[in-house]
């Protein structure tokens, strides 16, 4: 297993902008391709953007042109610059493997509200 630190949350009033980060304890990290997830109250947890090992990176429709992953390998970390926010964005968001391959850990949470 690969512990990470999601940090980053809050609330942010509709139309603003949060920057997520994973750091995580090991070196290994920078063999994986990673993926941001979200799960909301009552919904299943969902895949949000995913960046390979290389940089390449896709993103679900309804976070395209407003969110953006990107890495960090030296530092072992993985963002998610997140704008244009919307109240259904709200959700507890994870990073993991994007085969969702570690234990998930406690995320942080994202509350978009006025």
């Known amino acids: 297993q690969v512990q990470r630190v999601e940090s980053g949350g809050g609330l942010v009033q509709p139309g603003g902008s949060l920057r997520l980060s994973c750091a995580a304890s090991?070196?290994?990290?920078?063999?994986?391709?990673m993926a941001w997830y979200r799960q909301a109250p009552g919904k299943p947890r969902e895949l949000v953007a995913r960046?390979?090992?290389?940089?390449?990176?896709t993103y679900a429709d309804s976070v395209r042109g407003r969110f953006t992953i990107s890495r960090d390998s030296a530092k072992n970390t993985v963002y998610l610059q997140m704008n244009s926010l919307k109240p259904e964005d709200t959700a507890v968001y994870y990073c993991?493997?994007?085969?969702?391959?570690?234990?998930w850990g406690q995320g942080t949470q994202v509350t978009v509200s006025s």
């Open positions: 960046i390979s090992r290389t940089g390449s990176t």
């Open positions: 993991n493997t994007d085969s969702g391959t570690w234990h």
């Open positions: 090991t070196s290994i990290f920078s063999f994986y391709h």
